[in-house]
């Protein structure tokens, strides 16, 4: 039933292949001559990623600042965030087919209602974690209340917030390998091409996950560089 | 406005065709109760990965946590499990695995996907219990099986029943895509739009997420049932709201 889908996307042409290529198996050398085929769906996979971050991390953000001062907040948006998060993406590609059609658009909006939650629930674990003497201290020194939620509450919060940056930048990576359902592209799409070739399947997975672990040490890199003092106690 | 009258009409058809039976294009009957095989395969699958998942992950988690050792071990595979994306682990299965069955397959990759939640919260579930409580057990003369099965297990049972919830809406989301690789579960009219047309994808996706938040709703009743007395006590109604997602004030961090 399937086949329909994605007789289209055959990788490559089995009749001129080597015999390692023909036995679906694991082939060094086709790897290197055929690399440039996943440069495009890598591309597509990085830019849905970083487009579904940073939009899910300012909607999030808002909501948080929002909910720091205004407490009785916080139930109701972990609520909605909540099932946002529980709903599958997939369902969702497919729910929002009558109103954003298929596309990048109805790819993101998945993406980024799934990331709403992690993001919030850090931001606002962090700001809870910043200690009292802290903010004492920022008042003492006369501090307005906006000043004291960017100099004195955010950066005691920001390992916190960077956390859930961590979580939400590697787990977008990975639904984002599902976006092909929705028509948009990406490294998942490489992968389903053909399943049943080692090659293709290793290297379209293995840069899934390369691109995880560079995305999460980039948040690492920036959150060491944005805090320098924790530097100094660890 | 159009769009919006045009979207309820395209709900209004998935919803029939949840309940009621029809015959596609090419005169296969499809619709209503044509899915229900769809919706059993789908639990079935889901029923095996979890029982493998739990079977492997619990036992280990709650040993870990009772010696606290191989924590490295037990956050770490957190962190892998969320950078490698459920689509590769099942190519992964199904390329270098070609001649085991498909269900067998999906059902190792989904496992393996149920995994580092449950092994990490039944580990730091474990490891925070109140150490004091540990210590009066063991004075009173409990054996370390003892310990796990009577203290510790029951307080940290919020927390492990915290993973598997995570677990099980993950595997049941995850599963939709086992039709690509030949297990035919409720995605099936998803990606075969030619057989069920577009009112079996949005109606299929309907069934698909109503049973993700059954699982939801369901599986934080039982954690609230099982939260013992005195740790609710301590709680306000905003740690509640928090608890009901499966997130405890002492985070788990991400390894640095």
Redesign the interface.
């Given at each position: 039933m399937i086949v329909t889908l994605l007789a289209q996307l055959k990788v490559r042409d089995r009749a001129s292949e080597s015999s390692c290529v023909e036995d679906n198996g694991f082939c060094p050398s086709w790897i290197a001559d055929n690399l440039d085929r996943y440069k495009q769906p890598l591309i597509e996979h990085i830019e849905l990623t970083l487009i579904a971050v940073v939009i899910g991390f300012a909607i999030a953000f808002s909501l948080a600042l929002l909910a720091h001062r205004r407490r009785w907040l916080i139930p109701p948006i972990t609520q909605i965030t909540g099932i946002l998060y529980t709903l599958p993406s997939v369902a969702v590609f497919f729910l929002l087919l009558p109103l954003t059609g298929r596309g990048k658009v109805t790819a993101l909006i998945a993406l980024v209602s799934y990331s709403l939650l992690i993001i919030f629930r850090n931001i606002i674990t962090g700001l809870d974690g910043v200690p009292a003497e802290a903010r004492d201290a920022g008042r003492g020194m006369g501090l307005t209340d906006r000043q004291l939620l960017w100099r004195v509450e955010l950066p005691l919060a920001l390992p916190e917030i960077m956390a859930g940056l961590r979580i939400a930048v590697t787990t977008t990576v990975g639904l984002t390998a599902l976006v092909f359902l929705a028509g948009a592209g990406g490294l998942g799409e490489a992968i389903f091409a053909d399943t049943q070739f080692q090659s293709n399947v290793v290297v379209a997975g293995g840069l899934c996950v390369l691109l995880a672990v560079v995305l999460d040490l980039l948040v690492l890199g920036v959150q060491k560089a944005l805090t320098p003092w924790t530097r100094a106690v660890r | 406005m159009t769009?919006t009258f045009?979207?309820l009409g395209?709900?209004g058809d998935a919803i029939s065709f949840i309940f009621t039976s029809r015959e596609n294009q090419r005169g296969s009957p499809v619709g209503g109760s044509h899915n229900l095989p769809l919706i059993w395969e789908h639990l079935k699958l889901c029923g095996a990965a979890m029982a493998l998942a739990l079977v492997i992950a619990l036992p280990l988690g709650l040993i870990l946590g009772h010696t606290g050792k191989g924590s490295f071990l037990a956050i770490s595979t957190s962190?892998v499990g969320?950078?490698?994306?459920?689509?590769?682990?099942?190519?992964?299965f199904?390329?270098?695995l070609?001649s085991s069955p498909e269900f067998l397959n999906v059902t190792l990759a989904l496992a393996l996907l149920a995994i580092p939640p449950i092994l990490t919260n039944a580990y730091v579930g474990v490891q925070q219990t109140d150490r004091d409580a540990v210590d009066a057990a063991r004075g009173m003369g409990l054996s370390g099986g003892q310990i796990i099965r009577q203290i510790e297990l029951p307080l940290a049972l919020p927390l492990i029943f915290g993973g598997i919830k995570t677990s099980t809406?993950n595997v049941?989301?995850t599963a939709?895509?086992a039709?690509?690789?030949g297990v035919?579960t409720l995605?099936?009219p998803?990606?075969?739009?030619?057989?069920y047309g577009?009112e079996g994808?949005?109606g299929?996706?309907?069934i698909?997420?109503v049973l993700?938040?059954v699982a939801?709703v369901g599986l934080s009743a039982v954690q609230r049932a099982v939260t013992p007395a005195g740790i609710k006590l301590e709680r306000g109604?905003?740690d509640r709201?928090?608890a009901?997602?499966g997130?405890t004030?002492r985070?788990i961090?991400?390894a640095?």
């Amino acid at each position: 039933m399937i086949v329909t889908l994605l007789a289209q996307l055959k990788v490559r042409d089995r009749a001129s292949e080597s015999s390692c290529v023909e036995d679906n198996g694991f082939c060094p050398s086709w790897i290197a001559d055929n690399l440039d085929r996943y440069k495009q769906p890598l591309i597509e996979h990085i830019e849905l990623t970083l487009i579904a971050v940073v939009i899910g991390f300012a909607i999030a953000f808002s909501l948080a600042l929002l909910a720091h001062r205004r407490r009785w907040l916080i139930p109701p948006i972990t609520q909605i965030t909540g099932i946002l998060y529980t709903l599958p993406s997939v369902a969702v590609f497919f729910l929002l087919l009558p109103l954003t059609g298929r596309g990048k658009v109805t790819a993101l909006i998945a993406l980024v209602s799934y990331s709403l939650l992690i993001i919030f629930r850090n931001i606002i674990t962090g700001l809870d974690g910043v200690p009292a003497e802290a903010r004492d201290a920022g008042r003492g020194m006369g501090l307005t209340d906006r000043q004291l939620l960017w100099r004195v509450e955010l950066p005691l919060a920001l390992p916190e917030i960077m956390a859930g940056l961590r979580i939400a930048v590697t787990t977008t990576v990975g639904l984002t390998a599902l976006v092909f359902l929705a028509g948009a592209g990406g490294l998942g799409e490489a992968i389903f091409a053909d399943t049943q070739f080692q090659s293709n399947v290793v290297v379209a997975g293995g840069l899934c996950v390369l691109l995880a672990v560079v995305l999460d040490l980039l948040v690492l890199g920036v959150q060491k560089a944005l805090t320098p003092w924790t530097r100094a106690v660890r | 406005m159009t769009l919006t009258f045009a979207a309820l009409g395209e709900f209004g058809d998935a919803i029939s065709f949840i309940f009621t039976s029809r015959e596609n294009q090419r005169g296969s009957p499809v619709g209503g109760s044509h899915n229900l095989p769809l919706i059993w395969e789908h639990l079935k699958l889901c029923g095996a990965a979890m029982a493998l998942a739990l079977v492997i992950a619990l036992p280990l988690g709650l040993i870990l946590g009772h010696t606290g050792k191989g924590s490295f071990l037990a956050i770490s595979t957190s962190n892998v499990g969320r950078a490698v994306p459920s689509v590769a682990l099942i190519a992964l299965f199904i390329a270098f695995l070609p001649s085991s069955p498909e269900f067998l397959n999906v059902t190792l990759a989904l496992a393996l996907l149920a995994i580092p939640p449950i092994l990490t919260n039944a580990y730091v579930g474990v490891q925070q219990t109140d150490r004091d409580a540990v210590d009066a057990a063991r004075g009173m003369g409990l054996s370390g099986g003892q310990i796990i099965r009577q203290i510790e297990l029951p307080l940290a049972l919020p927390l492990i029943f915290g993973g598997i919830k995570t677990s099980t809406v993950n595997v049941i989301a995850t599963a939709t895509i086992a039709p690509l690789v030949g297990v035919v579960t409720l995605g099936d009219p998803l990606v075969a739009f030619s057989v069920y047309g577009r009112e079996g994808q949005i109606g299929a996706s309907i069934i698909v997420a109503v049973l993700a938040i059954v699982a939801e709703v369901g599986l934080s009743a039982v954690q609230r049932a099982v939260t013992p007395a005195g740790i609710k006590l301590e709680r306000g109604p905003e740690d509640r709201a928090r608890a009901r997602f499966g997130l405890t004030k002492r985070r788990i961090q991400t390894a640095p």
